[in-house]
């Protein structure tokens, strides 16, 4: 797995959603508008990006999640106080696209992940 790497404090998502469905950040990038971007995606707008590429999935919520699977989760930010980030999780590994501090293992909270249905 080749770990792809945000490019502004925003696009985390689409960095994580590359890695989940095995294409470039350009792959993705493409699909969205310039807010989205910059501003984030919605877990509702990840899976909506996640289907244009041919591949069904679902919001799970912390408790319901298979950490056995590849997710894209999101977890508390290591740079901004009361922000969630976007991680890949391959099934055994985390794969964190933060440019500055970030995670090299499961974090204790996951808000909430997005896996293959």
């Not at 899976?47 to 919520?61: C, L, T």
């Not at 912390?62 to 999101?74: G, I, K, Q, R, Y």
């Amino acid at each position: 797995m080749k770990l792809i790497k945000q490019r502004h404090h925003g696009d985390c998502a689409i960095a994580a959603i590359a890695m989940f469905v095995g294409v470039s950040y350009e792959d993705v990038e493409k699909k969205l508008s310039k807010v989205e971007l910059y501003a984030g995606l919605t877990e509702e707008r990840e899976v909506e990006v996640i289907g244009s590429f041919g591949i069904k999935s679902e919001i799970r919520m912390n408790e319901t999640w298979d950490p056995s699977e590849p997710a894209v989760l999101s977890v508390p930010s290591l740079n901004l106080d009361s922000t969630l980030h976007a991680v890949y999780w391959d099934g055994s590994r985390i794969y964190d696209p933060s440019t500055k501090n970030f995670y090299i293992e499961l974090p204790d909270r996951i808000e909430y992940a997005i896996q293959r249905v």
